[in-house]
C-alpha cells in the first residue's frame, strides 16, 4: 500500500533494532558462543528475548524522566545483570559480559535491508533514527556495511523514543519539514510518536524479530506497509514516479 503526494519527500529516518538489524540472532549467537566456552546450559533465544524485553522499561524510566539518561550499552548493561540470577550466569566474568553488550554493536542486518536501502539512497537521505548511542550505532553501520548518509541517535537529546524531541532531530538538523521526512520502523509506537510531529510513516513487516512469526502492526494509517526494504523501495520508485508524470502533465 502507498500514499500519494510523496513528491515532497527527501529523507527517510529507520528506526535500527528490529527494522534494519535482525538484533535476536545477533544477541543468541554470542550468548550460544559463551555458553559453549563457559559450559553453561542457557537457552539463547530466551536470553535474547528477555534481554530486549527487560532493557525497554529502562528507556521508558529515562524518557518518563524516572532516571538519569545512559546510553543504550549502560541499560543494556544494567539489564543483563538483572539476567545473571534468572539464567544462572554468576559464573560469567566482566570479560564476558563486556562480550555479550559489545554483541549489540555488531548485529547482522535482514537479508533484504542493504540491497533495499541501497536503492532508496538513490533518491533519499538515509538516517538513522535509533534508540542506540552515537558510537554504538557508527559500529552497526560500519559492521553490517548499512548505507546511511547520516547517524542520528536519540543521545543527541538525552532520551529515548517515543519523547517528541528524538523526532525533531530529523527535520532540525537535516533541514526538511517534518512532511518532507519519513519514520520508517517495524514497531507501530515508533510510527505513531513520528506522525504526531509531523513525519510521514512507513511500516515495515519483520514477523520474526522475535523468532514467533507474530508482530505487533499498526492499527492507525500509515502511508505505506511494506513486505520488506526491497518492497519499500518499489513503492517509494512507484510513488515518486506517479508524481513526475503528475507534474508532466500540468
Request: glycine share 6%.
Amino acid at each position: 500500500m502507498v500514499a500519494n503526494n510523496l513528491d515532497d519527500l527527501k529523507v527517510l529516518a529507520f528506526d535500527v533494532f528490529g527494522t534494519v538489524v535482525d538484533w535476536r540472532t545477533g544477541v543468541m549467537t554470542e550468548m550460544a558462543t559463551i555458553a559453549r566456552e563457559r559450559r553453561l546450559e542457557v537457552d539463547p533465544a530466551e536470553f535474547a528475548e528477555a534481554w530486549r524485553s527487560r532493557a525497554r522499561p529502562l528507556m521508558d524510566r529515562v524518557y518518563r524522566g524516572q532516571m538519569p539518561f545512559q546510553v543504550l550499552d549502560g541499560l543494556h548493561r544494567t539489564a543483563l545483570g538483572e539476567l545473571v540470577p534468572q539464567f544462572s550466569l554468576q559464573s560469567l566474568n566482566t570479560t564476558d559480559l563486556d562480550r555479550l553488550v559489545w554483541a549489540w554493536h555488531q548485529l547482522p542486518a535482514w537479508p533484504d535491508a542493504i540491497a533495499g536501502m541501497s536503492r532508496m539512497r538513490s533518491r533519499f537521505v538515509l538516517t538513522t533514527l535509533s534508540n542506540g548511542g552515537m558510537a554504538m550505532l557508527v559500529d552497526l553501520a560500519r559492521a553490517a556495511s548499512l548505507p546511511f548518509d547520516c547517524i542520528l541517535s536519540t543521545e543527541l537529546v538525552k532520551s529515548y523514543k517515543p519523547d517528541p524531541r528524538t523526532y525533531d532531530l530529523v527535520p532540525g538538523l537535516l533541514a526538511v519539514r517534518p512532511e518532507q521526512a519519513m519514520m520508517v520502523a517495524a514497531h507501530p509506537y515508533d510510527l505513531a510518536a513520528a506522525a504526531g510531529q509531523g513525519m510521514r510513516t512507513a511500516f515495515v513487516h519483520r514477523p520474526h524479530e522475535w523468532g514467533s512469526g507474530n508482530e505487533e502492526r499498526p492499527d492507525f494509517p500509515v502511508d505505506i506497509v511494506a513486505g520488506d526494504f526491497l518492497d519499500l523501495a518499489s513503492q517509494l520508485e512507484t510513488a515518486h514516479d506517479l508524481a513526475v508524470a503528475s507534474n508532466e502533465r500540468r
